[in-house]
């Protein structure tokens, strides 16, 4: 098959030349210093996918691999190299991650790269014990590398170091699938040695609008069949590092503006299961709960001020567990402490307020039974709620929880009350009246206090 592969110079014509400029540099200090420097992983898929010669793609994640040519002083190459490059950019802060042999140069809203990702990492080479010098052991580190990795899109390298620079390295049929448009895994234990790969391509699939190749399909079910998730939902104090992860990506597909699709596609792979067995898929009346969130995080949280909204989406997700799962759920996802105590607390609150709801005569005595809930608390309530207490969560929110009393506390010293305990009683009572329409302006609340409160 055809398979175009374009030139180094036309890759370079659609990064942004600051970007370009930037791996210039770090592939002349790995030249210098005798190392190969690769740039692999998401950016050289972007960059693939990036066909116009626009000159402004961004990225902001660069992932970069040097190959040190077994030399047993190069095991710190990344390093180095990472300390070579912060040299010429001052800028950027340098992290080292000893452990891996690692490193990572940092920008955080600089005015030509603005926030940039750098990690600089060292082939591992110490399964080649070959003479340095043959390229295709050269080839084959990076070969390693590159197969530790999930996704054949995500498994391209791209030599930035001469001779052949502008080579790209596809073991494994990445730029096929890029061009059929399909994610695929390189081995068959991909899933089943990281399940949150299962959610990383659903992410690249709805995001690029790519299928989840057939056979890859077939591992994610078998993996998910056989239990991979079960170390997730099980509480289970070894696997802290799988369930970090996991929520990282649950953030990530929550967060992004495809998230309800990416959702469909985990729950007819049965990946929600994940967060819960009896999470099977996204059926309908989840699915109505998720768009009522919606309507109401844009109506009272457009600007994600109050509120962090794929929060919100996940706590709704658990929220529609049995109320015995809940708190349980909610901690082994590490969500917060807030988050966890309102699920908790989230079926009592319903039977209160469905319960009182209905007996309320006044708005006062509505707004008084609401005020002890807060905002995230009353819209996971309303979303379980029949629409009649619906209807009138929605109208509290909306309209009565911003109704102020009258008069504020100033104006009760003017007229000559004493300050103390009293105060909040008597506002309590003025916002009462205003509510239940008994008061309407300045005068008429000084009455209704000097009938109450006669100084
Ligand atoms: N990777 C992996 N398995 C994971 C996570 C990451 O194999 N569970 C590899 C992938 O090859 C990926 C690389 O590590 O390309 C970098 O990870 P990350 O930055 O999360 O992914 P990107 O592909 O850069 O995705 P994005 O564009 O969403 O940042």
């Known amino acids: 098959e055809d398979v175009e592969i374009p030139t180094l110079g036309e890759l370079r014509d659609r990064l942004n030349p600051k970007l370009w400029e930037l791996l210039t540099k770090a592939s002349a200090q790995a030249k210098q210093r005798g190392w190969h420097l690769y740039l692999v992983g998401g950016a050289v898929r972007d960059l693939l996918l990036a066909k116009e010669a626009s000159g402004s793609l961004l990225i902001q994640d660069i992932d970069l691999v040097v190959d040190g040519f077994h030399k047993a002083a190069d095991v710190g190459a990344g390093v180095e190299l990472a300390k070579a490059l912060q040299q010429l950019y001052p800028a950027a802060r340098l992290e080292i991650h000893g452990a891996f042999q690692t490193a990572a140069l940092l920008w955080h809203k600089d005015p030509e790269l603005d926030s940039l990702w750098v990690d600089i990492a060292t082939a591992r080479t110490e399964f080649y014990p070959y003479p340095a010098a043959n390229p295709e052991v050269e080839a084959s580190s990076i070969r390693q590398d590159l197969y530790r990795r999930d996704f054949t899109i995500n498994a391209l390298a791209l ?202 005569q006044l708005t006062s005595q509505v707004v008084k039974l609401l005020r002890a809930y807060d905002l995230p608390m009353l819209i996971l309530v309303a979303l379980h709620s029949s629409r009649p207490i619906r209807k009138l969560l929605w109208h509290y929110l909306t309209v009565w929880a911003n109704i102020e009393p009258i008069l504020n506390g100033n104006d009760l010293k003017k007229l000559g009350y004493k300050p103390g305990p009293q105060y909040r009683q008597m506002l309590d009572e003025l916002l009462a009246a205003t509510l239940d329409g008994e008061i309407r302006d300045r005068t008429q609340a000084e009455k209704f206090l000097a009938q109450h409160y006669p100084q």
Not at 196 to 201: D, N, P
Not at 227 to 253: F, M, S
Not at 311 to 333: D, F, G, T, W
Request: proline share 4%; glycine share 4%; with cysteine.
């Open 159 to 360: 030599r930035l170091t001469p001779p052949r620079a502008g080579k790209l390295l596809d073991f494994f049929g990445g730029l096929l699938d890029l061009q059929a448009k399909q994610i695929r895994v390189l081995h068959a234990n991909s899933f089943i040695e990281d399940p949150t790969r299962i959610y990383r391509g659903v992410r690249f699939a709805v995001r690029f609008g790519f299928k989840i190749e057939q056979q890859t399909e077939e591992y994610i079910r078998y993996a998910i069949n056989s239990g991979v998730y079960d170390r997730t939902t099980k509480e289970n104090h070894k696997t802290p590092a799988l369930q970090t992860r996991l929520k990282a990506e649950i953030k990530h597909i929550l967060e992004a503006t495809y998230w309800q699709a990416a959702l469909e596609l985990l729950g007819d792979l049965g990946a929600l299961q994940c967060i819960h067995p009896s999470l099977k898929t996204l059926d309908e009346e989840l699915l109505r709960q998720l768009r009522l969130l919606e309507r109401c995080l844009r109506k009272f949280d457009p600007e994600q001020t109050l509120l962090t909204h794929w929060q919100m989406r996940l706590e709704a997700m658990i929220a529609y567990l049995a109320p015995a799962y809940r708190a349980k759920v909610a901690k082994n996802l590490q969500l917060q402490e807030d988050s966890i105590e309102r699920l908790q607390k989230l079926a009592q609150a319903q039977i209160e307020i469905t319960n009182a709801l209905p007996t309320c």
